[in-house]
């Protein structure tokens, strides 16, 4: 394997550091499993942290009911390739109500079976610390995210009460009840996560290279037709467009970009041409004015 640039190479001791200090600091951490590119580089740098040993935590994917195909098998391959622990959480209240993106809408969606059914799944389990692949490049509010970033007892995250990490001087410690959301790729970016798969030969969900796919365009945006739940509004018909994804999530709220990128290295040159976020095709970031920051305060990842 290729050696990796300095740059990649500091970023991946940090999250290796970073990673170990959670497995060192808390009684029953869990590593936050959302199938995507991030997920990715943060389960293998799990590998590599605490290798040759397995790693010492388990993977828990929230399933709204609503994601692509294509993820759910890539997650049940990957674990079974790697022979992983894995917990699905559903949010079964939520499903009994018949809550889902379209009639229910993305704000209620995501808050009822997403930011419950976490809420949920670390109760049940006991879990005090959560890793997730978020990154403070991805939007405003990931931004004011610690590395170690504290929750109280009901989960809820205070922007303005945080603790200072100043240079690399990480806080674990929590009081009873409380508990953490860990984000070791706080400092990386797209293309560096990119740029990481590449060097590493990560596999990573097919929906994020360029193929003909049948979309619709709504809401400002071109959403999949990726089963028959995805009803037609009057006039609406899909058409097949050579698309890509630049973000994963539940498939009526994950808008495609048009692309010819159908290789890591094609997706890194279309990287460092781009001038857009890779969540300007999330819905659920437009349901209101600082919707993320106030659904980050109700406990969603």
Known sequence: ??????????????SIAILRETAASFTK??????????????????????????????????????KFREMIAFRDATVRRLGLTLIVHRNEEGHARGIDPIRSGSALHTRVMKTEALR???????????IGGARRDEEKSRAKERVFSIR????????RDQRPELWRLWNPRIQPGESVRVFPLSNWTELDVWRYVAAQSIPVVPLYFAAERPVVHRSGALIMVDDGRLPLNPGETPEMRRVRFRTLGCYPLSGAIDSDAATVEDIIVEMRA?????????????????????KKREGYF
């Open 120 to 130: 949920q799944a670390l109760d049940r389990h006991g879990f005090d610390a959560a």
């Open 152 to 159: 109280n007892a009901a989960h809820a995250w205070d922007p």
């Open 274 to 294: 781009s001038r857009t976020s890779e969540r300007q095709g999330r819905l659920i970031d437009g349901d209101e004015p600082a919707s993320m920051e106030r």
């Open 29 to 66: 951490p869990v590593l936050l499993y959302s199938i995507g590119k991030d997920s990715g580089v943060l389960l293998h740098l799990a590998r590599k942290a605490f290798h040759p040993s397995p790693v010492p935590f388990p993977l828990l994917h929230v399933d709204t009911g609503w």
């Open 1 to 14: 394997m290729p050696t990796l640039p300095n740059d990649l190479r500091l970023l991946e001791a940090e």
